[in-house]
């Protein structure tokens, strides 16, 4: 099936940096992408979605200017976490629509990169 | 809207027993369900999707669910749990909003399993 990657799996961040996590989609050409967030136990909370080559539409509540979104490519979107701060410390997923089979799109998760600001 | 609900927050059964998680959703149109799990510490895992096909629908590691229109449901089911099967499951719902679909997500059930 399709595989998505996220880049770094792990990451501690002091608080004011800025933190950029990749995802990539290995093996088929993604032209969405999704970013979210998921709190300990709890669901995931949709941050944005992103088209390639243009902006991403951020969902309500979401700052647009503290989560960028950049989907450069078919098989790239990255996340920048600017001026990080410890409530910014979360469980970040992205995923890959592939493209449509039938009547549905699939959507393919990364295994989500846990970002720790202290 | 559509919206996902997922009646139990935490399931706990034996080892050996059946597993019953429960999912109703809302939708004003024919919608694809899915069902997805994630292990501590792991990416998420989709289990099984209803796209309007067969409404008995079978995925992975002995799961299986079925799509009942009248009720609105989309229970997962498993005949036999193991202890490898204690994870995070949702209950998804797709949502086509201003012609691009997403992913409606339940909060979660939790699935314990006793030795």
């Known amino acids: 099936g399709a595989v998505v990657s996220q880049h770094p799996s792990w990451v501690i961040c002091k608080s004011g940096t800025s933190v950029k996590i990749e995802c990539r989609s290995l093996d088929f050409q993604a032209t969405t992408m999704f970013w979210y967030r998921q709190f300990p136990k709890q669901s995931l909370m949709l941050m944005a979605t992103?088209?390639?080559?243009?902006?991403?539409?951020?969902e309500q509540g979401v700052e647009k200017d503290k989560f960028l979104i950049n989907h450069a490519s078919l098989t790239l979107s990255t996340l920048t976490v600017t001026s990080a701060h410890p409530e910014d410390s979360s469980f970040y997923i992205c995923?890959?629509?592939?493209?449509?089979?039938?009547?549905?799109?699939?959507?393919?998760f990364g295994p989500g990169t846990r970002l720790t600001v202290t | 809207a559509q919206s996902v609900t997922q009646l139990d927050s935490h399931v706990s059964v034996s080892e050996g027993t059946p597993v019953l998680l429960r999912c109703n959703y809302s939708?004003?149109?024919?919608?694809?369900l899915f069902w997805y799990v994630q292990h501590p510490n792991k990416g998420l895992q989709l289990l099984l999707k209803y796209t309007s096909a067969a409404t008995l629908v079978k995925g992975i590691n002995g799961f299986e669910a079925e799509f009942k229109k009248s009720e609105t449901s989309f229970h997962l089911t498993k005949p036999s749990a193991h202890m490898s099967d204690a994870a995070e499951y949702f209950c998804?719902?797709?949502?086509?909003?201003?012609?691009?679909?997403?992913?409606?997500w339940g909060a979660g059930t939790k699935l314990i399993i006793k030795p």
């Open positions: 995923s890959a629509r592939a493209p449509r089979q039938g009547r549905s799109y699939e959507q393919y």
């Open positions: 992103s088209n390639e080559g243009s902006k991403a539409t951020y």
């Open positions: 939708s004003s149109y024919s919608p694809s």
């Open positions: 998804v719902v797709s949502d086509r909003v201003d012609s691009n679909y997403q992913l409606i």
